[in-house]
């Protein structure tokens, strides 16, 4: 479990996008909810990310499948941050998490030099866990976060401009160890990792979504790649360290806090097996509480 600065404890949490912009879930993750099946009180949710301004990016609401299709092993997406604004989820999203009494996260994205200061600045008055800093969006063509310096004065800036603690989430593709190490002392927790690019899961192989740029693997297939860089993380930085990419199940929560991770996020299971990642949070929870009472009794 991770404690942030203000109180809020993140144990496990529901990955950018998976349960939509209000943590009521996609349309079809409805009916799920209201069976109990699927219950967003048992997760910290990040809402899918917002930029400053709409973004059209490549998803179209009457047809899905053109951006994110399933693969053996995992899904591929190229969704490119589709979204209405923050102003919009501001407006509409927010209140109803609020009434859901969820724990919640607001992901940003900045597109250009400023913008993560100006978001932040927006969320401050609000109730909210944390604000994560997607620094790893693979399925763009946006350039302002493809170096390690500009991650770093971008989330410098966030800091400066909002009082939430700050979670920076990276990718496996970028020099997440450097970028780790200079926020320090800066941001609460690192998240590793988002989706991996399909050119470096699958090297020579052609992409359902070449395209549209070949798109970012999630699943199982790239377990070891959250793996392997949450390992590099905890040996590198004493920053708390959330780890997604892949989860299916307690073994693999178990091998990733073994790497070193203290808290988890779990996103394409919500698309795969939409019931099982409230059985997967309240399991491990489980566990973590009969070890800990296994501990005091000793």
């Not at 905890?234 to 360290?241: E, L, N």
């Not at 939409?274 to 949070?281: D, H, N, S």
């Amino acid at each position: 479990m991770i404690r942030l600065s203000n109180g809020a404890e993140l144990e496990v949490l529901v990955a950018s996008g998976a349960l939509a912009f209000d943590g009521r879930g996609w349309i079809w993750e409805w009916p799920l909810r209201w069976l109990g099946l699927l219950d967003p009180r048992e997760f910290a949710v990040v809402v899918k990310t917002l930029t400053r301004h709409p973004r059209r990016g490549n998803l179209r609401w009457y047809r899905p499948w053109g951006c994110v299709r399933l693969i053996p092993g995992g899904v591929v997406n190229a969704v490119g941050l589709t979204n209405p604004g923050i102003e919009w989820w501001i407006r509409r999203c927010y209140p109803t998490m609020q009434k859901m009494g969820l724990v919640t996260i607001a992901s940003i994205y900045a597109e250009a030099p400023g913008e993560a200061a100006e978001m932040a600045k927006m969320l401050a008055p609000l109730r909210l866990a944390a604000v994560e800093l997607n620094a790893s969006c693979p399925n763009t063509e946006d350039d302002l976060l493809t170096n390690v310096q500009a991650v770093v004065e971008t989330a410098r800036q966030a800091v400066e401009s909002c009082p939430h603690p700050l979670i920076v989430k990276l990718s496996y593709s970028q020099d997440y160890v450097s970028i780790a190490q200079q926020l320090e002392g800066v941001v609460e927790a690192v998240h590793a990792i988002n989706t991996v690019p399909w050119r470096v899961v699958f090297p020579g192989k052609k992409s359902p979504l070449e395209h549209l740029g070949g798109g970012g693997v999630s699943g199982p297939v790239i377990l070891p790649y959250a793996i392997e860089a949450v390992s590099k993380l905890s040996r590198a930085v004493s920053t708390p360290i959330i780890a997604g990419g892949g989860i299916q199940s307690v073994e693999d929560m178990r091998r990733l806090q073994e790497a070193g991770a203290s808290a988890f996020s779990i996103g394409s299971l919500f698309l795969t097996r939409p019931w099982r990642p409230t059985a997967l949070a309240r399991e491990w929870k489980s566990l973590q509480r009969q070890g800990f009472e296994s501990a005091l009794g000793k």
